[in-house]
Nanobody, 119 residues
Framework: QVQLVESGGGLVQAGGSLRLSCAAS????????MNWYRQAPGKQRELVAR???????NYADSVKGRFTISRDNAKNTVYLQMNSLKPEDTADYYC?????????????WGRGTQVTVSP
């Protein structure tokens, strides 16, 4: 049974920092790309950051220079360090695992953690 469990969300003032964690089980974590998405009220879910199995990263333009994604394969955990938070970062944050084998992609989602940034 695959489980992705996010933690670390909360309420923070603008300019503050939070570190989100996503602990995975039931998958071979090291060979999965890991992603952080977010969904603000009334908006579509959007990709925030991605880290491949090899450690390459990419970010949404809106978070470049403020957010850092990292992974610890020994702990089966992916992190999202969020600095200089803005009210517009307020959203539910979700992690997603992704593995493509033979042209078939398997992905799993966590249930999310809420981040609220006050002005």
């Amino acid at each position: 049974q695959v489980q992705l469990v996010e933690s670390g969300g909360g309420l923070v003032q603008a300019g503050g920092s939070l570190r989100l964690s996503c602990a995975a089980s039931g998958i071979i974590f090291s060979i999965n790309a890991m992603n952080w998405y977010r969904q603000a009220p009334g908006k579509q879910r959007e990709l925030v950051a991605r880290i491949t199995s090899g450690g390459s990263t990419n970010y949404a333009d809106s978070v470049k220079g403020r957010f850092t994604i990292s992974r610890d394969n020994a702990k089966n955990t992916v992190y999202l360090q969020m600095n200089s938070l803005k009210p517009e970062d307020t959203a539910d944050y979700y992690c997603k695992s992704e593995r493509t084998t033979g042209g078939v992609t398997r992905s799993y989602w966590g249930r999310g953690t809420q981040v609220t940034v006050s002005p």
